[in-house]
């Protein structure tokens, strides 16, 4: 995919309000680095904004799964040439990436989890409720299974415990045997007819609160398809391991389990003495960001040090 082929919208937003970026660079103390890695680079704003403070002996490393976002990534930061270079893979394979590259230690990680607007308002990538397209979620399109493989083969149970753990959702088995059901005439293949699917199952008292119904379902299915949750848990240790002393990590996150995960290791590296927590509460977006940008609303930013 081509700059010119995304909405002018979508480039507009992702290009202004990389979340939270102010705080990500004062917190991580971004001017002074020489080895920063951005390790969600997506279309490249953090890294950007990142490449502008750095020092100008300074190299970023920007890794992301999704091919097509580095692609936008790759030509946004053209103006940086010879100061960075960008890695398709899962940041799960922190460890080979930074070894591969001959890099020991670095300054800076920033992790900013989850699924750009770019990759949600492609309808085509099938991630979002509110658009048609086919059920795919998988940020890594050579990964070999997608949520259409998900919600017409696994189980009634397995359903449901997806939905449960990684949503979240109270409705969970009704709507697991929903599916199950409906996909015995034909297999659920769009996002329109799961979303109505969902909507349908879930009883109608649930249905009016502030968020659409589909909204935990879809960010399960997202989380399993891509197996979100493993990944990071494997990055972080890697991360905080390859850290160097002073250095600094920080990490966006966008819901409870995911924020949940990032609270945990830094407590528990922070009791055996190997990092110290810069911001004990997390931070969050200011009042302006949040009306400006309306998906960093749910956004937490946390920092820690190297000791
Ligand atoms: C919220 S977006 C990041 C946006 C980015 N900071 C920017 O400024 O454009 C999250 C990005 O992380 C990527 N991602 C999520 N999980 C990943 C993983 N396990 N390995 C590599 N990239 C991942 C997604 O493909 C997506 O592009």
Do not use: W
């Not at 971004?30 to 950007?48: A, E, L, P, Q």
């Not at 905080?240 to 819901?255: D, K, N, Q, T, Y």
């Amino acid at each position: 995919m081509v700059i010119s082929e995304i909405s002018n919208e979508v480039m507009k937003e992702a290009y202004h309000y990389p979340v939270m970026y102010r705080e990500v660079l004062e917190l991580l103390d971004v001017g002074k680095r020489k080895v920063v890695v951005d390790c969600t680079t997506g279309i490249g704003s953090h890294s950007y904004k990142l490449l502008e403070v750095m020092d100008k002996e300074g190299f970023l490393i920007g890794i992301d799964r999704d091919q097509h976002s580095l692609n936008v990534a790759k030509a946004r930061l053209e103006p940086f040439k010879g100061r960075f270079s960008l890695v398709r893979d899962n940041f799960a394979n922190l460890d080979k990436i930074l070894s591969d590259l001959d890099i020991d230690k670095a300054d800076v990680f920033l992790f900013d989890l989850g699924i750009s607007t770019y990759q949600l308002s492609d309808s085509a990538r099938g991630f979002s409720f509110l658009k048609e397209g086919p059920l795919d979620m998988r940020m890594d399109r050579d990964s070999f299974l997608s949520a259409y493989d998900l919600v017409n083969n696994l189980s009634e149970g397995e359903l449901g415990n997806i939905f449960k753990k990684f949503g979240e959702e109270r409705h969970s088995r009704r709507v697991a045997r929903f599916l199950v059901e409906a996909r015995k005439s034909k297999p659920i293949s769009t996002t329109n007819q799961l979303r109505d699917l969902i909507i349908q199952a879930i009883p109608g008292k649930a249905r009016g609160g502030r968020i659409n119904p589909a909204t935990r379902i879809f960010q399960a299915l997202r989380i399993a398809v891509n197996r979100e949750l493993e990944s990071i848990e494997v990055a972080l240790s890697c991360a905080i391991s390859r850290l160097a002393s002073g250095g600094r990590i920080g990490v966006i996150s966008f819901h409870s389990l995911e924020d949940r995960i990032v609270k945990h290791f830094y407590r528990d590296y922070a009791l055996k003495n190997i990092l110290k927590i810069i911001n004990k509460k997390p931070l969050t977006p200011t009042e302006k960001e949040r009306g400006e940008n309306s998906p960093s609303r749910s956004a937490k930013l946390r920092v820690a040090e190297k000791i």
